[in-house]
Every structure is written in C-alpha cells, then in structure tokens.
C-alpha cells in the first residue's frame, strides 16, 4: 500500500505541510452511503511544522491549545480525548502500514475556525500526513493518503465521518469544486468561473455556534441513516447502498423503518440528485439556479435530517431574501457552524455586512463571514512552497 523511500539523512531542520479548510456547496451527509459531495477547497490553512529530535519521542504540539502530548515509538495508549487525537490517529494509521516516523517534535499552527463545519479536523489530519510522511521518506499516492486520514478519524478518534473533507483537503485544485463520487472515489473538477459563474462568490457565514461530529447528534443521525438504508437493502440486495437507492423504493420500506431512518433516507436520496443537477447549473455557468438548488437542499437538511440550529437557519432565510444572493444552506455536518451562500460579487460585501448586522440584532452574536475563492488541496500546495495559501479570503 506504499513505497519506503530512500532515508536522508537526519536534521534539526523544522520542514512545514499546509493543508486547507473546506466548504462544501452541495451534498451533505451522503459521503458515507456512496452518495455524491460538491466540495471546494477555501483558504484557511492548517500547517504542520516537524523537526527530527534526538530523545526518542514523539512530540504534539499546536499554537491554538495548551496541552502537550509526548509518547515513544510502541505507546498505544487510548486516545486523550482532546486536539491530539487527530494527529496521533494519523500516526496510528501509519504504523498500522508499517511506517515507523523517526522521533519529531510537530507543532501545529494555522486560522481554521474550529467547531465550524469547514473540517478543521481533516486539515490537521492531512497537513501531518504530509510532514510524517515526508519525515519518514516515504509516501502514499494521493487517494491513499485521504483514505487514511479518514481511517484515523473513524479508528482512533472515533468520529463516523465519511471521506469528503479528507479527499478535498488533500486533492482540490484552485479555481474549481470537486464533484466527488464517494462510493469508487471517482471525480470531476467543476468550473467556478464558467460564464455567470465568474461573476459570482462564495460567502462563508459563520454561525458562531459550535459543534462537534464526534458527539451524539451527529452519531445518532448516521445510525438512523445506516438502519433505514439495511431496511432497504434487505428488500432490495441488489442495491449496493443509499446511493443507489430511489425514492420510490424508499416509499416502498417506509413502514419498514422508523419515521426517522425515512426521513434521513429522503434527504440523502434527494441530496444525491440535487448534486447531479448543481453539477449541471455549474457546468452551464448558471448561477440562478446553483443557488435554488442550494437552498432546497438547506430545508431537506432542515426538516428531513434535522440537523440545523435556530441561528443557521436564520442566516440562510436572511441571506436569501438579500439582493444579490442566489442561494444559501447549511454546510457542514451540522448542529451549528457554518452556512454556504453563492453571491454576485458586486453584492458580496454588502451581503455579508447585512448577515452581520442582522444576526447580532437578532442573537447578539458576532459571527464573521468571509468570501472565498477555491484553492488546492494539500498535494498541490506541497509542492509548490512558495504558494501563497492565504490567497483568496476576504474577512468581512
């Protein structure tokens, strides 16, 4: 599964691995039922700084936490609980392959609002895939180095995410949105600046409001999903899972499920299609209707999967209303962080000063919004070092 290079010779020199955030416009808790997901790679970077030390150990360390985790090379100890459970999940995953990382200190940095949705945790995971890899001399092909990233958070920290944020943070290319079919991992890069298209922005709302996919509500959601998609596949085994599914099939099992396996079916049957026609409206540089389809898809994650807070949803109904938006929904896996709002670019400022007005009248919340352009993923950034990855975020 992967290729030991040839060892260089050892040095105190710290070596740094960027990876980004992201947003996803379309395509929401689909990733783990072979379904479809339209991310797109955003400015905000988290960077991972590794030396070689000679005690023997290996060090974490992070610019935005206090706590510091040393262990040897054969502590498997449980996981802590804290930030550093996504780093050292990905070094499990490592020695799981049989790459053994010479001793490190790796100090993490970076502007990743945490709690967001915009998958601070994948950007950490694949900024230090990147550095143990390269302190170890060896490597991984792209795909492979998402999976694992994906494994580490599923094994070690004990999250049940699917591998959207890991594969865009490591494969997204500037200029464009992924769309990404999460059952084979193929892909096809989507324009975002096809003819109207170019003419318009993507606005980052974020709600201020803090959620984490490791706790319950995110959980609870996921098995419900995966009981009604057993429902259906028990009367239907050809279907390999939800992906494949119908709506009429669905009706079909409603009485053999729970109203809420249903309901989360329903989403994510209908979320599968929405992406297939946003694909369309982007590949026809139609932002009019990108946006409708956007804003269908924030009431199926509003009343279908129920994964939306009072605050988000008063972002995307004032935001909708706004001249110059053509669309808004939650991103992310919910239960607070961030909304998604395709905007003209001639509008944007006025948009996002709009949202911040009205939602600190309302919630007397600040809760910042920034516009953003795609950037790449982590492979590209890496290797071209002088990348400024920064580029592309306006904070408003």
């Known amino acids: 599964m992967h290729n030991r290079l040839k060892e260089q010779p050892g040095t105190n020199t710290s070596r740094s691995f960027a990876a980004p955030a992201r947003v996803n416009l379309?395509?929401?808790?689909?990733?783990?039922?072979?379904?479809?997901?339209?991310?797109?790679a955003i400015p905000f970077t988290t960077v991972a700084s590794i030396s070689l030390t000679d005690d023997g150990l290996y060090?974490?360390?992070?610019?935005?936490?206090?706590?510091?985790?040393?262990?040897?090379?054969?502590?498997?100890?449980?996981?802590?609980?804290?930030?550093?459970?996504?780093?050292?999940?990905v070094l499990r995953e490592l020695q799981t392959l049989g790459i053994a990382p010479r001793p490190f200190i790796l100090q993490l940095s970076g502007n990743v609002?945490?709690?967001?949705?915009?998958?601070?945790?994948?950007?950490?995971?694949?900024?230090?895939?990147?550095?143990?890899?390269?302190?170890?001399?060896?490597?991984?092909?792209?795909?492979?180095?998402?999976?694992?990233?994906?494994?580490?958070?599923?094994?070690?920290?004990?999250?049940?995410?699917?591998?959207?944020?890991?594969?865009?943070?490591?494969?997204?290319?500037?200029?464009?949105?992924?769309?990404?079919?999460?059952?084979?991992?193929?892909?096809?890069?989507?324009?975002?600046?096809?003819?109207?298209?170019?003419?318009?922005?993507?606005?980052?709302?974020?709600?201020?409001?803090k959620h984490s996919i490791a706790g319950g509500d995110y959980g609870l959601r996921r098995r419900e999903l995966e009981a009604g998609q057993a429902a259906l596949v028990r009367k239907f085994p050809y279907l390999r899972d939800l992906g494949d599914a119908t709506l009429e099939q669905l009706a079909s099992c409603e009485q053999e499920m729970s109203a809420e396996s249903f309901r989360r079916c329903r989403h994510v049957i209908t979320e599968n299609a929405r992406v297939r026609d946003a694909g369309k409206a982007m590949l026809a540089g139609d932002p009019e209707r990108l946006g409708a389809i956007m804003t269908e898809a924030h009431a199926s994650q509003r009343d279908d999967f129920e994964c939306t807070v009072e605050e988000v949803d008063f972002l995307v109904s004032t935001a909708i209303g706004l001249s110059g938006c053509y669309?808004?929904?939650?991103?992310?896996?919910?239960?607070?962080?961030?909304?998604?709002?395709?905007?003209?670019?001639?509008?944007?400022?006025?948009?996002?000063?709009?949202?911040?007005?009205?939602?600190?009248?309302?919630?007397?919340?600040?809760?910042?919004?920034?516009?953003?352009?795609?950037?790449?993923?982590?492979?590209?950034?890496?290797?071209?070092?002088?990348?400024?990855?920064?580029q592309g975020v306006v904070s408003c």
Not at 131 to 141: C, N, R, V
Not at 157 to 179: E, H, K, N
């Open 26 to 40: 379309i395509g929401e808790h689909t990733d783990y039922t072979g379904g479809l997901v339209m991310p797109m």
């Open 327 to 390: 669309g808004a929904r939650l991103t992310g896996g919910g239960f607070g962080g961030c909304t998604v709002n395709l905007v003209s670019a001639k509008d944007a400022e006025v948009v996002a000063a709009t949202l911040r007005d009205t939602y600190y009248e309302r919630f007397h919340l600040n809760a910042e919004k920034y516009i953003c352009e795609a950037v790449d993923g982590a492979i590209a950034r890496n290797e071209s070092p002088n990348r400024d990855s920064h």
């Open 59 to 89: 060090t974490f360390r992070s610019d935005s936490f206090e706590s510091i985790r040393t262990m040897g090379p054969d502590d498997h100890s449980a996981k802590s609980g804290d930030w550093t459970d996504y780093p050292v999940g």
């Open 113 to 209: 609002p945490l709690g967001s949705g915009l998958s601070s945790s994948a950007s950490v995971e694949v900024a230090t895939a990147m550095a143990l890899l390269a302190h170890s001399g060896a490597e991984l092909a792209p795909k492979a180095t998402a999976m694992l990233c994906q494994r580490a958070e599923n094994n070690y920290v004990g999250s049940p995410c699917g591998i959207m944020d890991q594969f865009i943070a490591t494969l997204a290319v500037g200029g464009s949105a992924l769309l990404l079919n999460t059952r084979d991992l193929s892909y096809e890069l989507l324009p975002m600046n096809k003819d109207a298209l170019a003419e318009c922005r993507v606005l980052v709302a974020n709600s201020g409001v």
